[in-house]
Each structure stands twice: as C-alpha cells, then as structure tokens.
C-alpha cells in the first residue's frame, strides 16, 4: 500500500507495471535469492509437437533446466517442486 501512495505522489500515475511468470529459487552456495523468468510457449506451438489438443484457457510456460546465480556464478540443474514433467510420464 505504501509503495502505491508513493507512485500516485510521484506524478507517474500512467506507469504501468508488466508482471511475467517467474521462478525463485535460492542459490545452495551462497544462500541469495535468484529469479528466473519463465519460457512462455504459444498453444499452437505446443499442439503441433503432440497429438490432440491442449486446454484452451491454460497459460504454458517452462522453466530453465539450467540456472546461474546472479550473485556468485553457482551452476545448477533446475527441477520444479511438485511437477511432474510430460516426458518423465512417457517413460
């Protein structure tokens, strides 16, 4: 609330603010938090590398399957807590 009175205060009334999909995830080495912007997929896309189609009102996104620490250049693979990947079903 406090941040909003300040922008309606700065003259930038018009100033909108674009939010994306994002994953956080924090760096096991140093212990920062990191963010990593989601790969956002088109539907169509999708329905033409599977059969049948997808849910219409649904968002498609990915994450990374590598990620970097922004504060102490630490490399992991990245998995997403309680996902199960479509490919790991196909198996």
């Not at 590398?49 to 498609?60: A, L, P």
């Amino acid at each position: 609330m406090v941040a909003i009175g300040v922008l309606l205060m700065s003259g930038m009334e018009n100033m909108i603010a674009r939010l994306h999909h994002a994953f956080r995830w924090d760096c096991d080495v140093c212990g920062r938090e990191n963010f990593e912007r989601a790969i956002c997929m088109e539907k169509e896309y999708i329905e033409s590398k599977i059969e049948g189609e997808v849910d219409k009102d649904g968002e498609y996104v990915l994450y990374p399957a590598l990620v970097s620490c922004k504060h102490c250049s630490a490399q992991f693979l990245a998995t997403f807590q309680d996902l199960t990947d479509l490919e790991e079903e196909d198996e």
